[in-house]
Structures are given as C-alpha cells and as structure tokens.
C-alpha cells in the first residue's frame, strides 16, 4: 500500500483540543501516524501551505430527497455539495416522500447513496411509522439495514405515551434516538420567535418557551426509560438550564445546534426574506450569543447544517406561507469561520462540535486525527475571502440565506478514506 504524507500543514486535532504545525501520514485509507518536526518518508507528498488540516466534518441531520422529491436535491448533487464543504460524512434524514421508515426503504437509500455520492451517508431512520406520532417503527430490523439514529425530525410525537414506549424500546435495542424538542401545539403555524420585531412584521410567531417545554418533557421521559437521546437542535438560552440539570444528573442525552442559529439572528429577516425562514425560527441575538457560549463550553455537543434544500417555488411565497428551510452543506465551514475570526470560538472547538462529537454520539470511527482513524480530512484555508453567489452552489436547490454576502474561509481540498473527492479550482 502506498503511504501519502500531508507536510507543512497546521494540523486542527479536536481530541487532544490543539492548533499546531505538524504532519500527518496516512496508509490504505488510514492514519497512521502524526507529528511536528521532521516528517518521515512517504511514497507521495501533499505539501499544505501553511493551511488548515482537520478532520472531515460529520453531519447531523441532513436532509436528501430520494426518494420523493428528487428536483429538490439528490445523493449525487448532495455528494458533491458535501465534499466543496469538506462534509465527509452525511448523517440524512428520514423525513422523505415516503418516510424512511421500514428496512426496504433504508435498504435503497443506502444502495442509492453509496453508488451516486462520493462521500460518507449514514441513514437515519423513523422512529414511528409515516413519521406520525402513533406506531414506532421495527428498530431491531432497521438497525439490521444500517439505520445510526431514529429520529421523526420535527415532527413531534404529541402522544407521550407512544414516545415512552418507543424510548423504552429504544434502550433495550442501545438504539439513539433523535428528537426535536418543541411544544407543538405553540409552534404550530409560527414562522417567527415572538418579540417585538414579529409584533411589527405581523409574522406568526412562537415563545422561546415552547423549546423549553419541549425538552423539559423529554428530559421527564428519559428520566424514566434511560434512552440514549439527542435533541437536534437547542437554540434559546431558555432551554440550556434543562440541559445542563439532565447532564448533572447523569442522563445519556446530548444536543445540537444549527449554523443559522449560531450565525444569524431574527432581525436578519428584515423585509420578509424567504430564505432567512428556518425551523426552529431564528431567535434573538440574546438567544444566538448564549447557545454559542453553550457550545464553547461543551453544553451542547454538535452544530450541523440542517441541510433542508427547497426548491424556488416553495420560497418565493409570503413569509408566512413559505417553506422552511436552507441548504448549508457548502455554507457550513464558512459560516463557521465567523465564529472563528470574531474570536466566539477556536477552530479545535469549531471541529470538536461538527467532528469529533457527532462521530463519537454515532459510534463511528471518524472525527480524528488519531493513528488508526480514517483518512477523512478537510484541508481548509481559514482566512481566504470570497462572495458567496448561490448559483454556484453544487446543490440542486439554492436557497441559501448567505447569498451575496462576504464571507471567510474556503474548503482547499477533501479527502475520504484518503482518497481525493474535491480539490478546489
């Protein structure tokens, strides 16, 4: 087997937390060794430039639309959007037409992904059938097929009873369960975070309080059935004190965020900008500055993209009306620099969240730069400038909220099993 050394590189290790010049050897699609100072030999030579080399970024909750809605976004464009975006591993969503939610299903999925895109997928599946809230799933026999999660995306299961035994079952089979912590009768119909600015743009909105309900019931259930679970995506300060009760108490549970939380906030809503309408709804800068603090400290454990591709016709609607949702696979890393250059948070921390603790919350091997783990790397220039123009994107669907807007920091080169699958032009 050949060995293929990355030289001269500034090296992002998220598990021993430093940010130094070193360089890395992998062999047969592995990393072998790492180190400063004088480099060893190696059959071929990747001379880095100074740039930043770290692991490839896994993706929770990514959402594809095979089967369904294919014009929106499919495994091949969404392959190829992962790898500009140095996204070695898709963790998708089962929020499909029809829902993933039986073994054939995820049994496609997974021949459909590994034959059309050039990155890593791992499928999540339903947790219950039709992803509507009354009859779970077969977990055992999804498991079997490759399922890493199971999760009804946000549509949450109003029937406690049926979410209780769905953990309980969960937890006999070490299944994770993946939910979005919302009080839905509240959220039904909001498009906006209440407050001033939705009282003046006559937005339907939904109280930060709904998340805080949310994801105080199903802290009640976790107490009761130990489940190992995750909340996709906690963006209010008014929901981390739960948080951090439940992870002093010992519970298995972690939480997420999104980079549109973490970046933007309600007022970048401005003049009913469609693109800018996500789920949850952007929350205020008080809300955006206490969940980055959140991930600084390791509250909360992961920031995806939340990669929800909509076409134009379901955008370019009133406020109220329109589809939530924006592609972020390319815009990820980026956006995340923005935390990095305004001093937020270091880039160790940055890949701790978007790669070291999705893999380890998942099992995978992957997110480090260790001797044994996989040679999934991103080799990123941190500082380079650029004007985001969204018909660029690699995407099917371009409803981006960073269209026209400067950005830092670019993807070089990505790397899978030490193979090649994207070298910037």
Not at 15 to 22: K, L, R, V, Y
Not at 82 to 89: F, Y
Not at 102 to 119: C, D, H, K, Q, Y
Not at 171 to 182: E, K, S, W
Request: contains cysteine; glycine residues 8%.
């Amino acid at each position: 087997m050949t060995t293929t050394l990355f030289t001269n590189a500034r090296l992002i290790d998220p598990e021993a937390g430093t940010d130094a010049p070193g360089w890395l050897l992998i062999e047969g699609g592995a990393i072998t060794a790492t180190g400063p100072g004088e480099a060893p030999n190696a059959d071929a030579i990747v001379d880095c430039g100074g740039k930043c080399l770290a692991p490839g970024i896994v993706d929770i909750g990514v959402k594809v639309c095979e089967p369904g809605e294919r014009h929106k976004e499919s495994y091949r464009s969404a392959g190829l959007a992962a790898a500009a975006g140095g996204v070695t591993t898709m963790v998708t969503r089962p929020d499909t037409a029809p829902a993933i939610d039986n073994p054939e299903a995820l049994e496609f999925v997974a021949r459909r992904a590994n034959s059309a895109g050039p990155v890593n997928v791992r499928p999540m599946a339903a947790l219950t059938k039709g992803r509507e809230g009354r009859e779970m799933t077969e977990i055992g026999f999804l498991m079997d097929a490759g399922a890493v999660a199971f999760t009804d995306c946000d549509n949450v299961i109003t029937n406690t009873k049926v979410f209780q035994r769905a953990l309980t079952y969960a937890r006999g089979m070490g299944a994770l369960v993946i939910a979005h912590p919302q009080e839905p009768g509240l959220s039904a119909g909001a498009a906006a975070t209440s407050g001033k600015f939705a009282s003046l743009r006559g937005i339907p909105a939904v109280s930060p309080m709904a998340e805080r309900m949310g994801i105080d019931r199903d802290i009640a259930l976790l107490e009761m059935t130990g489940a190992r679970y995750h909340a996709d995506q906690i963006t209010t300060a008014r929901a981390l004190p739960a948080l951090e009760r439940a992870k002093r108490n010992g519970l298995d549970i972690t939480a997420g965020t999104s980079i549109h939380h973490l970046t933007l906030n309600e007022l970048d809503v401005a003049d009913y900008r469609t693109f800018f309408k996500v789920k949850p709804p952007l929350r205020s800068e008080d809300d955006r500055q206490a969940v980055v603090e959140a991930l600084r400290t390791g509250l909360i454990d992961t920031l995806s993209s939340m990669h929800t591709p909509q076409d134009e016709e379901s955008k370019r609607l009133p406020f109220e009306e329109a589809a939530s949702g924006a592609v972020a696979l390319e815009t990820l890393l980026p956006a995340a620099m923005r935390l990095y250059h305004a001093g937020d948070l270091d880039l160790p921390t940055l890949f701790r969240a978007m790669a070291l603790n999705p893999a380890k919350r998942l099992g995978l091997p992957s997110g480090r730069l260790a001797e044994g783990a996989p040679a999934d790397l991103v080799l990123f220039d941190p500082d380079k400038p650029f004007i985001m123009d969204r018909s660029t994107l690699r995407s099917k669907s371009k409803n981006t909220p960073f269209d026209g807007q400067r950005m830092q920091g670019r993807v070089l080169a990505t790397y899978v099993a030490g193979a090649q699958v994207y070298e910037a032009a």
